[in-house]
């Protein structure tokens, strides 16, 4: 069993950056792909990023690709997301989520999830 807390979300303006913080808990994190998903007002969960157990292969949707940078400190059963140059399309709530196997996009497949921060971009 794996519990996820997310942190760090909040409100910034256009162009900002925030971090969020994912902490893990249960001795086998470091076998976990982990993923970033997120849901907006009215709109379905989306895939952001996903990290594999390593750290060492990272994935990102394209909109995101270039601004957010997810990575992983298993020491601390951590994963973050720094997101920067954030725009009001980003506003949302973020979830992390683990998954014993190899990271993917498919939110089902995922076996554990945070319950969420929100994240709030204005104009």
């Known amino acids: 069993q794996v519990q996820l807390v997310e942190s760090g979300g909040g409100l910034v303006q256009a162009g900002g950056s925030l971090r969020l913080s994912c902490a893990a808990s249960g001795r086998t994190f470091s076998s976990y792909a982990m993923g970033w998903f997120r849901q907006a007002p009215g709109k379905g969960r989306e895939f952001v990023t996903a990290i594999d157990s390593s750290g060492g292969s990272r994935y990102y949707a394209d909109p995101v690709k270039g601004r957010f940078t997810i990575s992983r400190d298993n020491a601390k059963n951590t994963v973050y997301l720094q997101m920067n140059s954030l725009k009001p399309e980003d506003t949302a709530v973020y979830y992390c989520?683990?998954?014993?196997?190899?990271?993917?996009?498919?939110?089902?497949?995922?076996?554990?999830w945070g319950q969420g921060t929100q994240v709030t971009v204005s104009s």
């Open positions: 989520a683990a998954r014993s196997r190899l990271y993917t996009i498919a939110e089902f497949l995922y076996d554990y």
